[in-house]
């Protein structure tokens, strides 16, 4: 007669979280998308060795931009895996206690994406991560999975779909049917490196040295895929490496453009290496359907036209590619048979 008091073991998982190396994404089941912040930490370092976190996210990324000096940011994750467990754990333990992420009838089950063909001592990681920030059970995927089902592909079908996460810290270049990955190729290309090579672009022809964030943003402001193309410019401000003082030059998109295009012309041949070790039915799948882009770098400028050019197939960037990921981890919440299906072995 009190069996309305025992809580009902739920189908499916409760929340899904994209530790991603630029952002970490958290969705619950039937809220959407609730956190979606750098995945950043600021601390002072008190002494040799240990480190006071002051600000973790979004708040981490202001106070580093606006005390530089005594303040260090510090991303807990590299290439997509965890890198510094205990920084991780304290991220995620914050992220999970804001408002609406907690149950109070249980602790959550929570599903966790990783890049494909992470080690096994990587994917321990992130279930230890997962349970000490409160989890009841943690349950890994492949992170082209849930973007390709963020991205509206029908990935349950028998017929061949491409996907390609440019994500923070990796592409993958993802061939899906019967809700299997088929073929992938990453490549540690993403965000960050593309920032990297803004910054050593800039030291080199420019003899200006700028900071990642300031990469980050003309890469965002006037990035593109295509550098001879609609050139537009704006102004940087950085610190001569002459002189040792503050100079502010204009920078072209071309500029910008050419500074990433090494790293563009590794995700193009990524692209062409799946192609050829995709079997050649779901080719034919691909040549009809196209390919879709997200992520982040999705979003550089005339990516999807340059891709096209090249691979001479159609390409189309996912609604939102930047929630893609974590939208398809929601729908996966909901769908305990399609979570059984694509949940990593440990």
């Known amino acids: 007669m ?10 499916g998982a409760d929340i899904y979280v994209d530790l991603g190396t630029a952002n970490t994404l958290i969705a619950a089941r039937g809220k ?9 930490i600021a601390y002072n370092e008190v002494s040799p060795g240990k480190r ?15 005390t530089p000096g005594s303040i260090m940011a510090y991303r807990p994750l590299k290439d997509g895996v965890i890198a510094d467990f205990e920084t991780t754990e304290t991220m995620l333990r914050f992220f ?11 602790k959550p089950r929570i599903v966790i994406s990783l890049p494909y063909g992470v080690t096994d001592v990587e994917k321990r990681a992130a279930i230890d991560a997962g349970k000490s920030a409160g989890a009841k059970d943690v349950i890994l995927v492949d992170e082209p999975m849930c973007a390709a089902l963020g991205a509206g592909l029908p990935i349950k079908d028998p017929k061949g779909s491409m996907i390609i996460d440019i994500g923070g810290g990796t592409t ?31 030291k080199k022809k420019k003899n200006l040295i700028i900071s990642e964030f300031v990469a980050e943003e003309l890469k965002v402001a006037i990035g593109t895929a295509c550098p001879k193309k609609d050139i537009k410019s704006m102004n940087v401000t950085g610190r001569d490496v002459d002189s040792g003082l503050n100079r502010t030059i204009e920078i072209t998109s071309e500029d ?30 691909i040549i009809e359907e196209g390919i879709v ?3 982040g770098g999705a979003l550089i400028r005339d990516l999807d036209i340059r891709l096209e050019n090249e691979i001479r197939l159609p390409v189309r ?10 939208r398809g981890g929601e729908k996966a919440l909901s769908d305990p048979d399609l979570l059984e299906k694509i949940r990593l072995e440990v």
């Open 32 to 40: 959407g998308v609730i956190i979606n912040e750098p995945t950043v």
């Open 317 to 326: 960037i996912a609604e939102s590619p930047l929630l893609a990921i974590a």
């Open 256 to 285: 910008i453009g050419n500074a990433m295009d090494d790293s563009i012309k590794e995700i193009i041949n990524a692209i062409h290496a799946a192609l050829e070790k995709t079997p050649p039915e779901l080719v034919s799948d």
């Open 172 to 202: 993958e270049v993802a061939v899906i049917a019967l809700a299997d990955i088929v073929y992938c190729q990453a490549v540690r290309v993403g965000g960050h490196r593309l920032d990297q090579a803004i910054v050593d672009y800039m």
């Open 2 to 11: 009190f069996s309305f008091f025992k809580a009902e073991e739920p189908s």
């Open 96 to 106: 999970m206690n804001q408002p609406g992420m907690k149950s109070f009838w249980r």
């Open 52 to 66: 006071k976190v002051v600000a973790v996210g979004q708040e981490a990324k202001d106070t580093v931009a606006r």
């Open 293 to 295: 882009l997200a992520g």
